[in-house]
């Protein structure tokens, strides 16, 4: 289904502040009706509105406090709730803030298709603060394992990507068969074979084999865009947002720190301090970093199929 079609703004009619406050007002009703929310949640005292690619988000103010609210085509609903499911594993080790889920539903109206909603705590956010503490609070959250082996109890997706997690035993079985394979594969789909692909994979097998870390709770996609800082004066603090979580190799969510312009040095230095690198760290970086750029590849293309080529060369 074309997303675009149910929320675009303009197709929607919420394309101003004015005619987005019955939807928003029905959302915020539908939560209190279902107990997610306080009564008071319905009182909307104001907000702004934002349109993130085929995704309408909202940060409102409301007698109950402050929420963040997505809103998306129903059948985006299983998105949201895998979304739900990743932050509160995440908030459920006590060592690292993210923003906590509130409400999760679908709301029908007559002037627009059925759609699904996701309500978050809003957290004000800045770019920089502690970043010595968030080194420190990952390090700790990826002390958070299962003995299930590799995997997760549901599906879920990096971007628009979805994440085959069935549980599998053997780490280099899954990170071949259920993230770089799965990529090389829908990019061929597309017509698009990528040079080197079959040597840098079996490359990637070699370097992988044997290797059997602990299978730690994972953010999934631990980019600079997916971390912000309260900026309160007396008491900044880390907060994650976005993940596309599951249990795998804590390093996967370090390769990707570094793929894209590294986190602050701090950072680094926080992680060490609870967990020192391990052998070889260094040789399967590009391996993870390769399941990202295959990623972006697939869902933007342009200069990330040659960046990912180029990539597999050097593996």
Known sequence: MNHAFALDERASGYHDDHTAQPL?????????NNRLLFPSATDLRGFSRHQHKNQLQFSVQTA???FFIKCQ????????????????RMLATQTMAACAPLALGSLKRA????MSYLILQHIPLAVHGDWFSAGQQLAQMHHHTTDKGYGFERMTWCGETAQDNRWNANWCDFFIGQRLQPLLTQLLDRGIRLAHS???LQRAKEILDN??????????????????FNPDKHLSYPVLFDPASYYGDAETDLAMTELFGRFPKKFYDGYESVNSSADNREQRKPVYQLYHLLNHALLFGGSYIPQAESLMAKL
């Open 24 to 32: 928003l007002r029905d959302v915020l009703a539908d939560a209190v």
């Open 64 to 66: 109950a406090g402050a």
């Open 211 to 228: 290797h059997q870390p602990e299978a730690a709770l994972l953010h999934g996609d631990l980019w600079s865009g997916n971390i912000g």
């Open 73 to 88: 085509d129903l059948e985006y609903l299983p998105h949201f709730a895998a979304e739900q499911e990743c932050l509160l």
């Open 198 to 200: 079959n040597r840098a």
């Open 111 to 114: 002037d627009m298709q059925p």
